[in-house]
């Protein structure tokens, strides 16, 4: 299976800050490459899909972008709303997860 | 909008069979694929396959051996079974609904909450 190793596992930021959280694939993925935004005990919310693509409704603070096989997403200015754990997800074979990012404040 | 909702027993036993069901509310499940993802623990989430409201079916062949997917139009909803369980198989579990682009690159696009599942004697 291919393997997604995301980084930082966690970081604390405060609101107005620019946040970048990075995806790395162990082969190539094309641009098969999704981000999720989880908070405790609500459903787990598309923000990203295609690498780079913004999905309806999300804010555009969210942006992702993709280097080889390297994905980031930024977060441009941190919103008290946006405190959550962010996961990176492929489906270019074998769907498969990046262990995640818990986003909390500083 | 559309919102699923998932359902079933909390605590299941070992070497029996976990069974849930995802109801879809709001909307069709037909013409949809669905799927079905869990996150044990202190570990990343898994992802158990996907089926399409015909029936037909993908599985992760880390599970295949153990899991069966079915939908039932007329109700709206779709199931999973995974059977001979252990403790190991103890998670959160989601349904999901997958948006299957023809460029490729399919996700899930809608989520529901989650369901512990617990796997004790």
């Known amino acids: 299976d291919i393997q997604m190793t995301q980084s930082p596992s966690s970081l604390s930021a405060s609101v107005g800050d620019r946040v970048t959280i990075t995806c790395r694939a162990s082969q190539s993925i094309s641009n098969y490459l999704n981000w999720y935004q989880h908070k405790p005990g609500k459903a787990p919310k598309l923000l990203i899909y295609a690498a780079s693509s913004l999905q309806s409704g999300v804010p555009s603070r969210f942006s992702g972008s993709a280097s080889g096989t390297d994905f980031t997403l930024t977060i441009s200015s941190l919103q008290p709303e946006d405190f959550a754990t962010y996961y990176c997800?492929?489906?270019?074979?074998?769907?498969?997860f990046g262990q995640g990012t818990k986003v909390d404040i500083k | 909008q559309v919102q699923l909702q998932e359902s079933g027993p909390g605590l299941v036993k070992p070497s029996e069979t976990l069974s849930l069901t995802c109801t879809v509310s709001g909307g069709s499940i037909s013409s949809n694929y669905w799927s079905w993802v869990r996150q044990p623990p202190g570990k990343r989430q898994e992802w158990f396959g996907y089926i399409y409201s015909s029936g037909s079916t993908n599985y992760n062949p880390s599970f295949k051996s153990r899991v069966t997917m079915s939908v039932d139009t007329s109700k709206n909803q779709f199931s999973l079974k995974l059977s001979s369980v252990t403790a190991a198989d103890t998670a959160v579990y989601y349904c999901?609904?997958?948006?299957?682009?023809?460029?490729?690159?399919?996700?899930?696009?809608?989520w529901g909450r989650g369901t512990l599942v617990t796997v004790s004697s």
């Open positions: 997800q492929q489906s270019y074979s074998t769907w498969t």
């Open positions: 999901a609904r997958v948006w299957a682009p023809r460029s490729g690159g399919w996700y899930f696009d809608l």
